[in-house]
T-cell receptor
Framework: AQKITQTQPGMFVQEKEAVTLDCTYD???????LFWYKQPSSGEMIFLIYQGSYDEQNATEGRYSLNFQKARKSANLVISASQLGDSAMYFC??????????????FGSGTRLLVRP | DTGVSQNPRHKITKRGQNVTFRCDPISEHNRLYWYRQTLGQGPEFLTY????????KSRLLSDRFSAERPKGSFSTLEIQRTEQGDSAMYLC?????????????FGPGTRLLVL
């Protein structure tokens, strides 16, 4: 069965420093996608970054990068130069399947990040 | 604002009452998803639409739940005879599938509290 595991319930980071949020996944499919979303206290899920299983290079989006290690089935999110506004819940999610499938996302339990001034 | 919108943002109801939530997706998106998120957990898939067709429903979607997407535009999620266990955040997401992978964009959610 598909599963996403986030082992860090909470993390602290000092402002302007980098932080890595862990995510491991389990799937038997060869084709899948991995996502990270940010959820502030307001509740909205904000898309951050995406990595496809066949992508050879790690995805980057501004201060966000995804450390994709396929053999280890890990997709860690790296946030560089943390800002106070980065304080939020972060969810790793996986989608399996090809174009005709449901594309539903399977989410982990999340990591709460607190950026200290 | 051209993002996904959801109404109401908050709903408090008494056990046994019916509630209906609305989701307006990004206008050109052809897929619409509903998820439920309970406290301290990640969202869980409930159902999704491809245009107006409801193509998959989770086992979480009991007979008391019904979702529609008339004309492939906005969607409604109705819960009949609400129970305290229905208290959760209900999230809607939309996406455009046009070959290859798509990204789901979420709305702000509707927080439901059943007393």
């Amino acid at each position: 069965a598909q599963k996403i595991t986030q082992t860090q319930p909470g993390m602290f980071v000092q402002e302007k420093e980098a932080v890595t949020l862990d995510c491991t996944y389990d799937t038997s499919d060869q084709s899948y996608g991995l996502f990270w979303y940010k959820q502030p206290s307001s509740g909205e899920m904000i898309f951050l970054i995406y990595q496809g299983s066949y992508d050879e290079q790690n995805a980057t989006e501004g201060r966000y990068s995804l450390n994709f290690q396929k053999a280890r089935k890990s997709a860690n999110l790296v946030i560089s130069a943390s800002q106070l506004g980065d304080s939020a819940m972060y969810f790793c999610a996986m989608r399996e399947g090809l174009e005709d499938s449901s594309y539903k996302l399977i989410f982990g339990s999340g990591t709460r990040l607190l950026v200290r001034p | 604002d051209t993002g996904v919108s959801q109404n109401p943002r908050h709903k408090i109801t008494k056990r046994g009452q019916n509630v209906t939530f609305r989701c307006d997706p990004i206008s050109e998106h052809n897929r619409l998803y509903w998820y439920r998120q309970t406290l301290g957990q990640g969202p869980e898939f409930l159902t999704y639409f491809q245009n107006e067709a409801q193509l998959e429903k989770s086992r979480l979607l009991s007979d008391r739940f019904s979702a529609e997407r008339p004309k492939g535009s906005f969607s409604t999620l109705e819960i009949q005879r609400t129970e305290q266990g229905d208290s959760a955040m209900y999230l809607c997401a939309s996406s455009l599938v046009s070959g290859g992978w798509e990204t789901q964009y979420f709305g702000p959610g509707t927080r439901l509290l059943v007393l």
